[in-house]
């Protein structure tokens, strides 16, 4: 069964550096978006992305952040200066569009990475 | 703001019993809901989704949908150790540019299920 990937599993980095967090959506997926999660806390939203723009990010997704998809397979979330409160899980996720042959509410099902766990020291 | 309530629980059930797990939420434009379990560590994992009012059932799991009471939840019959993980209730939030095509999960915080053999 199709799933999605992400690399690394675990980052670590330095205050202040950049990280970027790279994910493989599902291949015939159109829509994809970035999660997080602090430890103990609630999954959040970040962003999502379709058509190679961004539909809506919130708050969270600051200047600091940014997606690409750069080739027709990656899909990445790049942190351009991290901050201590950065570190959390990251999940990337993906679904279909609708009408790609799938009935409702399968297009409305988003397929989770398995994660990068990122540590800001 | 659109929030998703759960218990944080945790819930303990014996081995072979009935967990009800149960989850609310306040945007009435929500369309689906979905219930994900989560092992500590991992991702989301998929386990139901529904979308119309009523019963769904799927093997030992029943999902239940009340949109009046903007409610949903969750059964897990005949309860197994290997099911204690933490259940993550998601509703779409439809962005509105998109015409919710494009659809981002508002998740709950989830409630801590232990199920002891």
């Known amino acids: 069964e199709p799933e999605v990937t992400q690399t690394p599993s675990h980052q670590v980095t330095q205050m202040g550096q950049e990280v970027i967090l790279r994910c493989v959506p599902i291949?015939?997926?159109?829509?994809f978006y970035w999660y997080r999660q602090i430890l103990g806390q609630k999954v959040e939203f970040l962003v999502s992305?379709?058509?190679?723009?961004?539909?809506?990010k919130s708050e969270i997704f600051d200047d600091q952040f940014s997606v690409e998809r750069p080739d027709g397979s990656n899909f990445t979330l790049k942190i351009r200066s991290t901050k201590l409160e950065d570190s959390a899980m990251y999940f990337c996720?993906?679904?279909?569009?609708?009408?790609?042959?799938?009935?409702?509410?399968?297009?409305?099902?988003?397929?989770f990475g398995p994660g990068t766990r990122l540590t800001v020291l | 703001q659109k929030e998703v309530e759960q218990n944080s629980g945790p819930l303990s059930v014996p081995e072979g019993a009935i967990a009800s797990l149960n989850c609310t939420y306040s945007?009435?434009?929500?369309?689906?809901f979905f219930w994900y379990r989560q092992y500590s560590g991992k991702s989301p994992e998929l386990i139901m989704f529904?979308?119309?009012?009523g019963d769904k059932e799927d093997g030992r799991f029943t999902a239940q949908l009340n949109k009046a009471s903007q409610y949903v939840s969750l059964l897990i019959r005949d309860s197994q150790p290997s099911d204690s993980a933490t259940y993550l209730c998601?509703?779409?939030?439809?962005?509105?540019?998109?015409?919710?095509?494009?659809?981002?999960?508002?998740f709950g915080t989830g409630t801590l299920l232990a199920v002891q053999p």
């Open positions: 996720a993906s679904k279909l569009l609708p009408g790609q042959g799938a009935r409702r509410p399968s297009t409305d099902t988003q397929y």
């Open positions: 291949s015939n997926h159109l829509y």
């Open positions: 992305f379709y058509n190679n723009e961004i539909s809506e």
């Open positions: 945007d009435r434009g929500s369309q689906s």
């Open positions: 529904i979308y119309s009012n």
């Open positions: 998601a509703v779409n939030s439809p962005i509105v540019n998109y015409g919710g095509a494009t659809n981002k999960l508002i």
